[in-house]
Nanobody, 114 residues
Framework: QVQLVESGGGLVQPGGSLRLSCAAS???????MGWYRQAPGKERELVAL???????NYADSVKGRFTISRDYGKNMVYLQMNSLKPEDTAVYYC?????????WGQGTQVTVSS
């Protein structure tokens, strides 16, 4: 059973930073991993992706501010978020592509507000 558990969300002021973590069940080796987010009234959107080859892709809105990384030894994926803006407020979901299927975690709330 594929499980993804996010942590690290919270309330932060504009310009602040947060680091999201995602604990995956089993080895994430050769899995594409990523982060999606969904703001109220909006569709879920891709924020960042790291492929099995290590290639990273980011939404234009977060380029230069967010960094995705992974730790194979711990089966963890991270999203470092800097220079946060109010428009980054959303529920953030960890994503994993394995065995030709998409999986998401339960999500963690990130709120950027003064």
């Amino acid at each position: 059973q594929v499980q993804l558990v996010e942590s690290g969300g919270g309330l932060v002021q504009p310009g602040g930073s947060l680091r999201l973590s995602c604990a995956a069940s089993g080895s994430i080796f050769r899995n594409a991993m990523g982060w999606y987010r969904q703001a109220p009234g909006k569709e879920r959107e891709l924020v960042a992706l790291i492929t099995s080859a290590g290639t990273t892709n980011y939404a234009d809105s977060v380029k230069g501010r967010f960094t995705i990384s992974r730790d194979y030894g711990k089966n963890m994926v991270y999203l470092q978020m800097n220079s946060l803006k109010p428009e980054d407020t959303a529920v953030y979901y960890c994503y994993r592509f394995v065995n030709s299927r998409d999986y998401w975690g339960q999500g963690t709330q990130v709120t950027v507000s003064s």
